[in-house]
């Protein structure tokens, strides 16, 4: 019986990662194929060609990661030399894009230096960090660099590469972890790293880096079945929601996890993981809430680490005309130096509109795949954010611009490729957990403000899936993704389902 209902519940969740990733790629063959036949690249010929060359040269550059020898030595030397070459590359990156910062990106400039100097980061409950009190987490980060290094803009940059860096070694870890197979993470650390999207922020003063390591370790951690690392998986999970507050998805998707894979699929241990998630839960918002209580003693902020304007994210997220974007004129219709609580009752009426719109149109299920089109299938406005287009041509622009989208749509057909391998393949249990966190976000996305850059955090989950898709093609008939005791595999993750 417990079988039954694991075997049931892994085939709904390869069922919806075959269709997550079939959405993925039709809106990225659509975006794709307006991007052809304008002629991005001057002709439809040449810039189909940029898509299909791109393609080529990562699935050939993957193949070269496949075949060089499963060795404890070389692995560690190619996980180095990729580094070492990420490495360049980020930091040439940095330097030819703006060090000025705009958008939310300058706020925490500007407010991080002011709290060092002992000035106010806010001046009425409206303002940025008095309606979205979280936001102090990452501030708190920025403003301990400076006391440790001064204002310098280039420190924070750099330490955005080291996270990267850091992200893209944990990626690798994650991947061996889940399969010990050296190919899948050698060319998940290879994908990631060449995601021109995703690196595209380093020069932004952003939290996602820095929280995209925590949740790494955090489901590093969870892979062990045992009640030490659910205990720091607590604190890592809640290190990156202060960072930036994606916790909460995260903790919906350990909890069904552990519920379906560890509680009632054990009849013998199902006291233990009971006991490490609710140790895992307790930590988590103990974590926080001492946090929070630091920051109101410490004067920076009376509000903690709340969110006071969490109605906000559906103003946006509903609004049909911007397809759940940020909309400029839906930003005029509100007067920011109004008191909080006027500002939120005019929230809730707009919420409110949107809803009767949608409602009396039939248009939920449109915005909802539109937006789903917006975060997982469209050019992300990563790009757009490093201020590239300051210092560089028109033309230029252009290119860079088609270019990490050809990676990026790469990227989707080799996920997709993925999603059928794992649809046909028995896999760890575990892998599982990744799905649930995904499916999580996703599912949190279509309601509320969506962006191309909220992706970057599940990146990693997503090159992992394209990284299974590669290797079962260059090796149909030996692809083992279940490793075993002679593999090195722990006995829980030889569960299979």
Known sequence: MKSKLNNG???ILRICL???ALLMTLGALICAKQLIFSGAWSTPKRTLAVFMLTLGLICASCYLLFKIPDRTVINRLVVGVLLVIFGILFLSWVYNTPVKQTSDYHTFWKYGRQAVLGGPIYYHDNNYFAKWAYQTGFLTYVMAVIKLFGAHLRVLQFLNILWQLVALVLTYELAQRLFHHAAISRISLFLLGINWEWLALNGRLTNQYLALVFFLLTWILLLNDNWT????????????????PLGIVFLAGIIVFCVVYRILARSDSWQQSLVSLLSLILVYFLVIAASSSLIKQSGLNEFGLKNRDSEWKFVIGLNYPSRGSYSQPLVKEFNLKDSRAVMLKQEKQVTQRHIRYLNKHHLWAPLFLQKFFTVWSNPSNTLSFSLFDHNHSPQQVRQA???SYAITVSEILLVLMGAFTLAGHK???SFNLLLLILFAYAAAQVIIEVQGRYRLEFEPV???IAAVGLTHLYSPQHLKLVPTLQDGGETNWSQVS
């Open 427 to 429: 896999y760890p249990n």
């Open 229 to 244: 690392s659910w205990l720091a998986a607590g604190v890592t999970l809640a290190l990156g929601n202060i960072v930036r």
């Open 18 to 20: 075959l269709i997550f």
């Open 9 to 11: 519940f892994t085939l």
């Open 462 to 464: 997503l090159v992992i």
């Open 401 to 403: 611009n088609l270019w």
